[in-house]
């Protein structure tokens, strides 16, 4: 889900402070006050859009007289060079504002075209494809719902969502004495009865013993489709298996085949290229 039109207008009013739109001094010293223009926006390869809501609030935040109409949705998959939407109005207004709303159309396509990739990698197996809290700062709401168009799941959302106990955690309690097992169980006397208890693990040998602990998921950590498979025989019936770390398009089908039943992937949102999607224009005299 996107942020409320409140929450949106935060972030797009970082991203143009950000851009100095009312200091557009190329716009300002060239482009007559009279001039008005239809852009169309254009897709330029395969992919999924997402953004577009987004897209318009940003044209529409820098001159709210601007019309912006939409002939694709977010969702729509395109093979290039389709109208995805167009915006009328003051050519001035859409030219200050054309970067920052292909910034956020471009980055929040190519995050579901990227999603999009890895879901199609595991058809036919059990296991869902979700993100993790590896996003861009301050646009984390914006990464994962564009996650969520290409057809992938969300995980975390923030610190406040779960309990997941990982290899620093246990490094900083192994000081005082507490093993894994005691760690799980402090958390489940601890944190709220409505999270569940997550724990991060290297081997087979902790994955047993975080299941045996009564962890609700035991994410399996940079092991290899062999390691997960044996664990997911021996813990499965007992508790939510993830895989994570160092999944990538080449070995995703190897992991998903493992059996477990989540795959975890921080590339979804901090290394997906963008969309190339340009702003096409026509310009009239008023």
Do not use: W
Not at 93 to 102: K, N, Q, V
Not at 157 to 178: F, Q, R, T
């Amino acid at each position: 889900m996107l942020p409320t039109p409140g929450n949106l207008d935060l972030f797009i009013d970082r991203a143009l402070e950000e851009d100095s739109v009312g200091a557009d001094v190329t716009t300002n010293a060239l482009i007559p006050t009279h001039l008005e223009a239809r852009a169309f926006l254009v897709p330029k390869e395969p992919g999924i859009l997402a953004g577009l809501e987004v897209a318009a609030a940003a044209f529409r935040r820098v001159d709210p007289n601007l019309v912006f109409t939409q002939q694709l949705l977010d969702g729509d998959r395109v093979e290039g060079g389709e109208i995805a939407a167009t915006v009328a109005g003051s050519m001035a207004s859409i030219l200050t504002a054309e970067r920052t709303a292909l910034n956020f159309l471009q980055r929040m396509s190519g995050i579901a075209t990227l999603t999009d990739q890895y879901v199609n990698a595991v058809d036919g197996t059990t296991a869902s494809i979700t993100d993790t809290r590896k996003t861009v700062p301050g646009l984390r709401l914006l990464d994962k719902y564009a996650v969520s168009i290409g057809g992938g799941r969300n995980h975390r959302m923030s610190l406040a969502d779960g309990v997941l106990i990982k290899d620093n955690h246990l490094a900083a309690l192994a000081g005082e004495g507490v093993n894994l097992a005691q760690a799980i169980r402090r958390a489940r006397a601890r944190a709220p009865h409505t999270v569940k208890i997550e724990v991060e693990v290297e081997s087979i040998e902790a994955a047993l013993a975080a299941s045996n602990a009564g962890a609700d998921i035991v994410m399996l950590d940079n092991m290899s489709p062999e390691e997960m498979h044996s664990a997911v025989n021996q813990i499965a019936a007992e508790c939510t298996v993830e895989a994570s770390g160092g999944i990538t398009l080449a070995n995703i089908a190897d992991v998903a085949k493992s059996g477990v039943d989540i795959i975890s992937v921080g590339a979804l949102t901090h290394s997906p290229p963008a969309m190339d999607i340009s702003l096409d224009y026509e310009t009239k005299h008023a």
